[in-house]
């Protein structure tokens, strides 16, 4: 198994509240991706980061924000959560080979 | 832009069964193709992958081909087990960006199957 953490696995907060997801990778990859999985829409794309300090908007970008200030750590915050932000979050990351490795999730509700 | 389209579920078939699930894409360009699985309670998994028209891609006994053609990549395997309930995900990759693997997946499709 590709060496990917994710911190909390799971988190109740309130409305209008500030979270920070951590996605920690082993594996020494460029790429570092954060998804959210909703039923019926598979996995969408937040952000995405192809390098230390280096990050760029996905398909489902607004109201979330993400720093990478080294290698092993892409951070994803809700600078205030809502209600509609309730998801499964995933953080992945790709080899030279093509293939991408997740991790195992973190689920958040916001009351 | 790219979307994924895949058979709406939940599917749920007995033992030995053939399976098939559908997928179909809409993409510019030429796109490489992927099929991901979840197991209850973990993240995905890549099951098996495509990267041009005509190429096979098999894992664990499934097998999907890239077929330009029609724009599909249906999921298949001859004999299914009860360890292959899951949810199935197909996905496609456009040209890379900044070097970044951007996956657009389909809504997935629960799979269950009986002893």
């Known amino acids: 198994d590709a060496g990917i953490t994710q911190s909390p696995r799971h988190k109740v907060t309130e409305t209008g509240t500030p979270v920070t997801l951590r996605c920690h990778q082993t594996e020494n990859h460029r790429y570092m991706y954060w998804y959210r999985q909703d039923p019926g829409h598979g996995l969408r794309l937040i952000h995405y980061s192809y390098g230390v300090k280096d990050t760029d908007k996905g398909e489902v970008s607004d109201g979330y924000s993400v720093s990478r200030s080294k290698t092993e750590d892409f951070l994803l915050t809700l600078e205030s959560a809502t209600s509609s932000q309730t998801s499964v979050y995933f953080c992945?990351?790709?080899?030279?080979?093509?293939?991408?490795?997740f991790g195992p999730g973190t689920r958040l509700t916001v009351l | 832009g790219n979307s994924v389209t895949q058979m709406e579920g939940p599917v749920t078939l007995s033992e030995e069964a053939f399976l098939t699930i559908n997928c179909t894409y809409t993409?510019?360009?030429?796109?490489?193709l992927f099929w991901y699985v979840q197991y209850p309670g973990e993240g995905l998994q890549l099951l098996l992958k495509?990267?041009?028209?005509?190429d096979k891609g098999s894992n664990k006994g499934f097998e999907a081909t890239y077929r330009k053609e029609t724009t599909s990549f249906h999921l298949e395997k001859g004999s299914v087990q009860v360890s292959d309930s899951a949810v199935y995900f197909c996905?496609?990759?456009?040209?890379?960006?900044?070097?970044?693997?951007?996956?657009?997946f389909g809504q997935g499709t629960r799979l269950t199957i009986n002893p």
């Open positions: 993409a510019t360009g030429y796109p490489s």
């Open positions: 996905a496609l990759r456009g040209a890379p960006i900044q070097g970044a693997q951007k996956l657009v």
């Open positions: 992945a990351i790709s080899d030279p080979t093509d293939t991408q490795y």
């Open positions: 495509a990267t041009k028209a005509d």
